[in-house]
Every structure is written in structure tokens, then in C-alpha cells.
């Protein structure tokens, strides 16, 4: 009875986001204000019963309840109840659920944080995001239904849960990154509204900002735990492997990255309109693109969940129809979104623009390199593999460009900057950056390879001209460097804090990438391997029990200069239902480097293979991803997106009414 429940409710709620399609948007064009009503209402109660949904799928999983097809294919009466219901979201049909509860989720969240937003904007934007609900419905209850029946035969005990996704990160990581691939269709929803009143000023671009940032700082530390998952729980020692579902999440960061940007000049000075429409269609189409590179077949990934060409067709023909749709509106509405607003060829606008263009270009060289090799076999032509070698190449000097505006674009001023002034500083900054750039690699002991000393060169550069920047606008209150730093907005403080951010993870992949340190040997108990200033001792290797595993740990002792600093236990794990074998890596993680090891196969005689890794600032490239969702949300907090703020000043200049309609006068 849950199980049909279940089903039930994201029937009703697909009936209700139909609703909140129709009435809002047709009320916005009539401008009746009880049409438009409707939208909360209709946002609220479809969250509510997506809950059900996904609370009768989570009552089924944990009770074992076989007779629903999903939770036979991916769960066991034997597996921990933790995994039990991360499993509700470990496979494709349950991880669709888990979508389309997060839209309802970010819908309902619009709903309700924006009761100043103006009541004709709001019916759309939430009109917007009810047509994209319903084309998420309706691929779950057409072709990915989890609450499927297996009756009257139904298995005994279920086929067990992925061994790969029994494991803490999938409890985080999906959640994490769905709520940022998702969030990117309030940004989409903003963007398509605004073309539909033809109104896309400031007020407008301050609205989606903070939904903008939001979404990017999920979608950011959801990336830094896929890569972090990855790291420790494949064996493998790597952090990223450029694969292709890999890239579906960093294409719509790299982009949503590009919007941000674009938003605060549409914000500031009201121009790159036409930017900013554009790259809310673009981030929000590639969350969607992700979406069917994961769920169409057309790719193998361990991280891929389905395999069926008809979910593929399904999610391909809802992806043409969201760009197709969007963009014929944007051709339509284009005429409107010109400005006066003028510039010199030295501003921060212009330097913000070069930023958009290079984010622009990294995104098309990840997505070529993505798609490439789809299009060659689709077209039966010679099958091609694009791999780390061509991202790497394509993408460092792109790297190093953004990080070259990053250091100059906050010096500049808005509309004009003189170039005179910019001579001494960038001077200084350049000549300092050298110095502390090779003093920091000697101090190190690193190998002074090309992109090593450039990467760091340019992340000193960064800091360096940050740092000035930040103290010249502390130091122009009379008050004092405290009062200054006061008085400074949480946006710039934000911004300062992701762009450290980005500097922290850029240092930390150039150095790992480059300077890390692969040995396998073969080692029997009293054997020992010498990495660097690290003597890694095999004590040997115990069987011990699972939950629903057996498993072979073994026991190496880390010494530096006959000083124990570490005990690794790696682990070769075998479970019982699958018979899948897994690998799990024993990591001493510190500041300044990790080091790994990994228990491979037995080779006879009491001997075993063994990896071990030494990785240095490895952290570095996590920690700097938390920096920078940590700045969004210092740089959401700011006051001056306060939808109240916005709403009562526009009242107050009589651009609205009460309820938010046109009064007739254009901002």
C-alpha cells in the first residue's frame, strides 16, 4: 500500500505543477492577480507531496519491501540501515525521484523567501519552474516509475546496493550536487520571466543573485566531495579523471561561475543583459545535458546510472524543447535588452567581460572533449578517446588566464580606469609574485617544472593584488583599517574569500599533478618500501568480518627516521551477495601532503601487491573548494539583496503596485 501511496502522490503533484504552469503564466499575460495567486499555493503543496513520494520510497527500502523492483535491484536484507536509505537515491529511477523532490524543494523555497519579490514576477518565475516540474514527472511516472511492482513473484532478498556506493559519500555527495545542478533552474526560471515582462534591469539581476550563488555553492562543494569520494574510495589515488560524467557537473560550474559575474554588472550598471539571459539558458541546458550523458546509455562511467536509449530519447527531446524554447524567446525579446550605458576600453566591466569569455571558452573545451567522442560513434565513424592529456593541455593556459584577471580585475573602477594608474602595482605585484613564487618552491624542495613555477607565479600575483586592493578600500575610512573594514559589503567580502578559493585549489592541483610520487611494490610481512623521507612497513594481513562483507586488512606502519608518525590498515573487501571485490585505501591525511596506500592482489607465498602514493597538498584542492562556497554565502548575506529592500523601493518610485504589476512606468 506505501509503495502505491508514493505513486500517488507524485501523480497529484504532477497535476498540481501542470496547474502551476498554466494559471500563473496565463494570469501574468491577463494580469489577473487570482491567476497569479495560485502559484505559492501550487509551489508549496507540490513540495509536500514529493515528500511523501520520497518518504514512501525511503519506508520501503527500509523495511525491505522486495516487491517494489527498485528496492529488489538495489538494497538487501543484510545491508546497514545507513545505506539502506542513501540506497533510495543509488540507482536511476530513485536518484530522478531525488531530482525532481529538489526542484520542488528550490520551487517551494522561491515561494516562500519571496514575498516581496513583485507578485506578476513571481507567478512567472514559479509558472516557469512548474512547466519545468512537469517534464521531470513525467519521465519519472512514463519511464522511471521506482515505486514498480514485482508481483506476484518477487524475489526473497534483494540484489544488494553497488558495493562501490556503499560508502559516506553517497549519503552527501548526490544530495550536494543535485542541489546545485537543480538550484540553476530558479536562475533559468528568472531568466525567462524577466524575457517574458521584457524587463531585465538591475532590480531584476539582483533578485536571481542570490539564487545564483546558492546554487553554485552546492554545485561547488558537491563537486569537491565527488572528488574527494573518488579519491579515497577507488583505489585508484586520484582526485579527477576528467570522465565524462565528471565533466556534466563542472560544465554548469564553470558557467554558473561566468553568470555570477555577469549578474553583478547587469546588478551595477545594468548592461551585459543579453550575457546574463544567455548564460542562465546555458548553465541551466548543461545541468540538463548532465542529466541525459548519465541516464541515456550513450556513455560507460562508473558513475553513470542507466543504460536505456528510451530514457534517452525522452530526456533529449525535453532538453531541445527547454534551449529550443528559451532561445526562440530570447530572439524574440533580443531588441529589448539593449543599454546606453557606456564603458571605456579599460574598466572592470571590460575585464569582467574578458573573465565571461575565457569561462565561456573553458566550458566549450570540456564539452568538446565530452562530446566528441559520443558524436564519432553515434556516426559509426573510428572510435576516439579524449583523455586527460588534451584537457590538460587545453585547459592550464585558460587557468592561468583567469587568474591573470582575477589579480586585476578588482583594482579597476566601474566605467573608467586609468591605464597610468595601474603601471606601478602591477609592477611591484609581478616582481613580488617571482620572488615569493621561487622562494616558496626552493623552501618546498619541488622540482621546478614549467606549469608548477607559472601556476604558483600567477596565485601569488592573485593574492598579492587582492590583498592591496582589499587594504586600499579599508584604508579610506578616517576611522581607521577597522571602521574601513566595516564598512566594506559582504559581496566584496565574499568575493574576496572565493577568489582565495580558487587560488588555494589551483596551487593544490598544479602541485599534486605534478609532484606526487606512485610506487608499487610487492611486499611480505617484515618488508619495506622507502618514498621519499617515508619508510612504509608491511606488518602483514588479518581477515576480519563485515556487516556484509568479508574483508583482508593488512598493516603498514609509516616511519621517519625510526619515529612512527602513522598506522594505514588498507583494506580487500569481498561482499557476499554481489561477490564484487573492492578495494578500500588507507589514507594519513595532513596539511601539506597525504599519504596512501592501497592493498592490491595476493601474489603467493604470503606476498602482496601494494600501492603507495605520496600526495602532496592534496587537501589544498578540497579545502580551497570550501573557501569558495564559503564566500558565497558570505557574499549572499549582503543586505542589498533583501528582496524586501527591492520591492518597497520600487513601490516608493511607483514602478509597482501592491501587488506588483506594471504601473506603466519603465526603470
Not at 494559471?23 to 495567486?37: I, V
Not at 533559468?188 to 531585465?200: M, Q, T
Request: net charge positive; aromatic share 14%; proline share 4%.
Amino acid at each position: 500500500m506505501i509503495p502505491e501511496i508514493g505513486h500517488f502522490a507524485i501523480i497529484i503533484a504532477m497535476v498540481i505543477a501542470i496547474v502551476q504552469a498554466i494559471l500563473p503564466l496565463a494570469g501574468a499575460a491577463r494580469q489577473n492577480t487570482r491567476w497569479m495567486g495560485v502559484a505559492k499555493p501550487a509551489a508549496v503543496t507540490q513540495f509536500i507531496f514529493m515528500c511523501i513520494a520520497f518518504i514512501c520510497l525511503a519506508y520501503s527500502f527500509a523495511t525491505n519491501d522486495f516487491t517494489v523492483k527498485y528496492v529488489a535491484g538495489h538494497s538487501n536484507t543484510y545491508l546497514p540501515m545507513a545505506f539502506k536509505l542513501s540506497a533510495v537515491w543509488g540507482g536511476h529511477e530513485g536518484s530522478l525521484l531525488l531530482w525532481a523532490l529538489t526542484l520542488s524543494g528550490w520551487t517551494c523555497a522561491v515561494a516562500l523567501r519571496s514575498q516581496q519579490l513583485p507578485q506578476l514576477m513571481l507567478a512567472r518565475v514559479l509558472g516557469v519552474l512548474g512547466l519545468v516540474a512537469v517534464g521531470f514527472y513525467s519521465f519519472l511516472i512514463y519511464t522511471s516509475n521506482p515505486f514498480e511492482r514485482l508481483l506476484p513473484q518477487f524475489p526473497v532478498d534483494g540484489a544488494d546496493l553497488n558495493p562501490l556506493l556503499q560508502d559516506f559519500g553517497l549519503i552527501v555527495h548526490p544530495p550536494m550536487l543535485y542541489m546545485g545542478y537543480v538550484g540553476f533552474s530558479v536562475v533559468f526560471a528568472f531568466a525567462v520571466a524577466g524575457l517574458l515582462g521584457g524587463r531585465l534591469d538591475s532590480a531584476w539581476a539582483r533578485w536571481a543573485r542570490p539564487w545564483t550563488v546558492a546554487s553554485w555553492c552546492f554545485l561547488t562543494v558537491g563537486i569537491a566531495l565527488g572528488s574527494w569520494w573518488a579519491y579515497y574510495e577507488l583505489g585508484w589515488g586520484g582526485w579527477w579523471f576528467w570522465d565524462p560524467v565528471e565533466n556534466a557537473s563542472f560544465m554548469p560550474w564553470l558557467s554558473g561561475t561566468a553568470l555570477i559575474h555577469s549578474l553583478a554588472v547587469t546588478d551595477k550598471r545594468g548592461v551585459f543583459k543579453s550575457w546574463t539571459v544567455l548564460l542562465a539558458i546555458m548553465t541551466f541546458s548543461l545541468s540538463l545535458l548532465g542529466t541525459f550523458l548519465v541516464r541515456s546509455g550513450v556513455l560507460t562511467s562508473v558513475h553513470a546510472f542507466a543504460s536505456d536509449p528510451e530514457r534517452g530519447f525522452f530526456i533529449l527531446v525535453f532538453l531541445f524543447m527547454v534551449i529550443g524554447g528559451s532561445l526562440l524567446l530570447f530572439a524574440i525579446r533580443a531588441p529589448r535588452l539593449q543599454t546606453n550605458s557606456q564603458y571605456s576600453g579599460v574598466s572592470r566591466e571590460v575585464l569582467l567581460l574578458a573573465n565571461n569569455i575565457m569561462l565561456v571558452l573553458a566550458t566549450v573545451i570540456v564539452l568538446m572533449g565530452t562530446l566528441f567522442p559520443i558524436f564519432f560513434d553515434v556516426l559509426g565513424l573510428e572510435k576516439i578517446s579524449i583523455g586527460a592529456p588534451y584537457f590538460n593541455a587545453m585547459f592550464a593556459p585558460v587557468v592561468v588566464g583567469l587568474l591573470f584577471l582575477m589579480g586585476i580585475g578588482p583594482l579597476l573602477n566601474w566605467k573608467r580606469h586609468k591605464v597610468e594608474r595601474l603601471i606601478r602595482p602591477f609592477i611591484i605585484a609581478f616582481v613580488s609574485s617571482v620572488i615569493i613564487a621561487m622562494i616558496a618552491l626552493n623552501l618546498l624542495g619541488m622540482s621546478l617544472s614549467l606549469w608548477v613555477c607559472l601556476a604558483v607565479i600567477v596565485a601569488v600575483w592573485v593574492v598579492w593584488l587582492t590583498l592591496l586592493d582589499f587594504y586600499r578600500k579599508m584604508n579610506t575610512a578616517s576611522q581607521g583599517l577597522w571602521a574601513g573594514f566595516n564598512r566594506l559589503s559582504r559581496s566584496y567580502k565574499g568575493m574576496i574569500v572565493a577568489h582565495m578559493g580558487i587560488v588555494i585549489t589551483v596551487i593544490g592541483v598544479t602541485i599534486v599533478a605534478t609532484q606526487d610520487v606512485e610506487k608499487d611494490v610487492r611486499m611480505r610481512a617484515g618488508d619495506h618500501a622507502v618514498v621519499g623521507k617515508y619508510e612504509f612497513r608491511f606488518r602483514g594481513v588479518q581477515e576480519i568480518p563485515g556487516p556484509n562483507f568479508t574483508a583482508q586488512r593488512g598493516q603498514v606502519d609509516v616511519y621517519v627516521d625510526e619515529s612512527l608518525v602513522a598506522q594505514l590498515t588498507p583494506e580487500k573487501r569481498r561482499y557476499w551477495v554481489q561477490r564484487n571485490t573492492m578495494t578500500e585505501a588507507a589514507i594519513d591525511a595532513g596539511f601539506s601532503r597525504d599519504l596512501y596506500v592501497a592493498l592490491g592482489e595476493p601474489l603467493g607465498d604470503g606476498s602482496w601487491a601494494v600501492r603507495i602514493y605520496y600526495k602532496p597538498f592534496i587537501r589544498w584542492v578540497w579545502g580551497g573548494g570550501v573557501i569558495m562556497a564559503l564566500g558565497g554565502v558570505l557574499a549572499m548575506s549582503d543586505r542589498r539583496y533583501r528582496l524586501k529592500v527591492t520591492s518597497r523601493l520600487k513601490m516608493q518610485r511607483g514602478l509597482i503596485d501592491s501587488n506588483g504589476l506594471n504601473t506603466g512606468t519603465q526603470a
